[in-house]
Structures are given as C-alpha cells and as structure tokens.
C-alpha cells in the first residue's frame, strides 16, 4: 500500500484547530483518522476542528470522550469520536463495536491510537502530534490508501510544505 507523509508545524491550538476543520471539509466517508501523541499534545483540539469541518453544529461542543469511550456527532458525514486512553484490552473494544464503528460510511477519530494500532483498518489517515514548546506542535501526517492520500494532496497544497 503506497505510503504518502507531510510534516506541518502548528504555532497555536486556532493553527491546529483549523487544519482539523480542514481535514473535515475534505473527509470522505468511511475515513478512519488515527490520532497519536502525549497528553496535552493538541489531539482533542485537532478533533474539535474536524468537527467542525464536518459541520457538527456549533452548539455540540466536543469533548474528549476519554470516561464514555466513543461520542457521536451528526455532521455531512457523521462523526464517531473514539478515545482509547483507558482501554487496556482488544476485548473491550469488541464490547463497544470499535470494528462496526471504523466500517461505516462515516468518519472515526480514534484518539490515541497506538494503543491498539492492530485494530485499525489498513487504510487510515495517522497523524502523530508532537509538543515543541508550549505553543508549538509538529504534526506529522501519513496516509495509507488512497482516500488518505488524497487528504494529505489537499492538505500539501493549502498548508505547504
């Protein structure tokens, strides 16, 4: 499977914020966004834009669904928002439907994803957020399949480089 990457650096959470909402804008269905990177790392921020993008009413605001597990939101496509954070086994994520979930025609966001990195379909958009300073994020993007590359084609030509 081609493998196609592009590194952004966010000076702020409105930065993050708003390559999310373009991620968003863009999203196809049945796209899976698996989201890496320590605590406070700008992963939740990231999701609220794609949100957004999606065009999840303003009014709902997003949350990371770190206690509920996974958070649905209606949108163009609509939007399952997963946190792995406490899951500790496959077998819970059975139990929620993980699998059901990433095969719909909609859009999933699993935070911290490399958790359970085997679970994930082969064909993912992987962004990992590294902190820099206080401000500062590198947002590493990699696509596996086409529906990711195309993304990352999109996202070259508005954020650069």
Not at 51 to 71: C, F, W
Not at 73 to 93: C, K, M, S, T
Not at 94 to 121: C, F, Q, S, Y
Not at 131 to 138: A, E, S
Request: charged share 25%; aromatic share 6%; hydrophobic share 40%.
């Amino acid at each position: 499977m081609n493998r196609n990457e592009l590194h952004i650096t966010s000076s702020s959470p409105e930065e993050t914020f708003r390559l999310g909402a373009f991620l968003g804008k863009h999203v196809t269905s049945g796209s899976v966004i698996a989201l890496t990177g320590e605590l406070g790392s700008g992963k939740t921020c990231l999701a609220q834009g794609i949100a957004r993008g999606l065009g999840v009413p303003e009014d709902l605001y997003v949350t990371s669904p770190t206690y509920t597990i996974v958070n649905d939101y209606p949108g163009r496509l609509h939007l399952f928002h997963v946190d792995l954070y406490r899951i500790e086994n496959i077998a819970e994520l059975t139990e929620i439907g993980l699998d059901e979930i990433m095969e719909r025609d909609d859009v999933t966001v699993v935070e911290w994803a490399e958790k359970m990195i085997e679970i994930l379909p082969e064909e993912r958009l992987f962004i990992s957020i590294a902190v820099l300073d206080d401000h500062r994020r590198n947002i590493l993007m990699i696509g596996y399949g086409q529906r990711a590359d195309n993304l990352i084609e999109r996202c070259l030509v508005e954020f650069g480089s």
